[in-house]
């Protein structure tokens, strides 16, 4: 069964520098999301991104954060100048139609952990 | 403004015995619910939805849940638990109107042998 992939599952990073996290959507999917969970408190939507560009954003991410499709297969999430708070669970999603009312296929998520 | 509360951050029962997790929403549009499940270092599975059809949903392993438009809530259920039901569990709700869903902060079940 085709499944959303992340890499790295675990990322540590020191304050101020630039990570880039993974994602590998299923295949036929064309909505792509990413989330992040800090511990201990709720998952919260951060971007939604579709036929190359971001068709939603939450006011958490600001100018520190970006998305990309580089290629035909992986969705990047990209932090420029990570602080402590960023520290969390990382968690990319796609869908093959659009509209919240259609399930959303989770990758395992990718631990960030900021020191 | 749009929320999701779930009553419960921890729910242990013992294996065989009736699953029951909490869930109450809050949303000015009709509302499609979700829950989904989380096993440790695994990605975020849907375990049923409710989109405005039959308000008594079944989904995967058992589970069901109940939509009650009055009460506002969406609660779980599983007639008999087992061990491999031990996860998280996050009731979600959608606008349908934008891409966005919002989570609750998720319950941890426990089963007891």
């Known amino acids: 069964e085709p499944e959303v992939t992340q890499t790295p599952s675990h990322q540590v990073t020191q304050m101020g520098q630039e990570v880039i996290l993974r994602c590998v959507p299923i295949?036929?999917?064309?909505?792509f999301y990413w989330y992040r969970q800090i511990l201990g408190q709720k998952v919260e939507f951060l971007v939604s991104?579709?036929?190359?560009?971001?068709?939603?954003k939450s006011e958490i991410f600001d100018d520190q954060f970006s998305v990309e499709r580089p290629d035909g297969s992986n969705f990047t999430l990209k932090i420029r100048s990570t602080k402590l708070e960023d520290s969390a669970m990382y968690f990319c999603?796609?869908?093959?139609?659009?509209?919240?009312?259609?399930?959303?296929?989770f990758g395992p998520g990718t631990r960030l952990t900021v020191l | 403004a749009q929320s999701v509360t779930q009553l419960d951050s921890h729910v242990s029962v013992s294996e065989g015995t009736p699953v029951l997790l909490r869930c109450n929403y809050s949303s000015s549009y009709s509302p499609s619910l979700f829950w989904y499940v989380q096993h440790p270092n695994k990605g975020l599975q849907l375990l049923l939805k409710?989109?405005?059809?039959?308000?008594l949903v079944k989904g995967i392993n058992g589970f069901e849940a109940e939509f009650k438009k009055s009460e506002t809530s969406f609660h779980l259920t599983k007639p008999s638990a087992h061990m491999s039901d031990a996860a998280e569990y996050f009731c979600?709700?959608?606008?349908?109107?934008?891409?966005?869903?919002?989570f609750g902060k998720g319950t941890r079940l426990h089963i007891l042998p």
């Open positions: 409710y989109t405005s059809a039959a308000t």
């Open positions: 991104f579709y036929n190359n560009e971001i068709s939603e």
């Open positions: 999603a796609s869908t093959r139609s659009g509209g919240s009312y259609n399930e959303q296929f």
């Open positions: 979600v709700v959608s606008l349908n109107r934008d891409d966005k869903i919002i």
């Open positions: 295949s036929n999917h064309l909505y």
